[in-house]
């Protein structure tokens, strides 16, 4: 599970062990993932917990192998790890935002999954969960560089289905829409994006362990049937 220092990503964590999952928690802020693990500790779960960089391949390899040297295998990789743009105009996109967001909500998918395949191909099974965002569909959840890097982990999603679902290994990905964490707090005190919210069916933000119970279900033998699949959790927000 990367990302899980908070938000979605802790959320995650902490249902998969309460459901009975060993989880290595991987966060680049090691005080937060830290913490995760601490909260999985304390309540009975078994856990191990990792500080790194998602776009960096050596952090990647470190992240996958310390997993399997801990748990003796992995069956399941959650791409949570993400940034937001802050809805920045694509004018206003600098080489170093663009970089940035591509780096971790792209890139970084790809490095995860092209490592923890092989793992999952030695046992024949094993599933994959993306976290998008309803940015992956439409062009109003995010500035140029966000909606670029969510459309791209759709492709990914897809992509790696069709290829690897043959194998065993199914990969599906969950799209978000205003959820309330860290890293959306502030926004969420903007008049537009206030407005945006109040203009859903469902009128309210959604919290991160909506989401979870999301990913929990495209992780398990729930969603056997699911594959290149994309489970949009946003109350109603692309409805409308």
């Not at 500035?143 to 759709?154: D, F, L, P």
Request: aromatic share 6%; hydrophobic share 40%.
């Amino acid at each position: 599970m990367t990302g899980a220092g908070s938000g979605i990503g802790r959320a995650i964590a902490l249902l998969f062990s309460e459901e009975g999952a060993k989880v290595a928690v991987a966060d680049y802020n090691g005080e937060s993932v830290q913490e995760t693990a601490k909260m999985i500790m304390d309540a009975g779960g078994e856990q191990l917990a990792i500080t790194g960089d998602v776009s960096n391949p050596d952090d990647v390899d470190r992240v996958v192998s310390s997993t399997v040297d801990k748990f003796g295998k992995l069956d399941i990789l959650c791409n949570n790890a993400g940034v937001f743009d802050g809805f920045t105009p694509a004018l206003d996109t600098d080489d170093e935002l663009w970089d940035r967001i591509i780096s971790i909500n792209l890139k970084g998918v790809f490095l995860r999954s092209r490592r923890a395949i092989p793992e999952m191909l030695k046992q024949g099974k094993g599933a994959i969960v993306n976290t998008a965002s309803i940015a992956g569909l439409v062009a109003n959840g995010g500035g140029v560089a966000y909606t670029a890097s969510k459309h791209g982990v759709v492709g990914i999603t897809r992509a790696l289905a069709a290829e690897f679902t043959p194998q065993g290994i199914r990969v599906n990905a969950f799209c978000p829409g205003g959820i309330l964490t860290n890293m959306t707090k502030d926004l969420f005190q903007d008049p537009g994006v206030k407005a945006m919210i109040e203009n859903t069916p469902i009128h309210r933000i959604g919290e991160p362990e909506e989401m979870a119970r999301a990913a929990l279900f495209l992780a398990s033998d729930d969603s056997s049937f699911s594959t290149g699949s994309l489970l949009v959790v946003d109350g109603g927000m692309t409805a409308v």
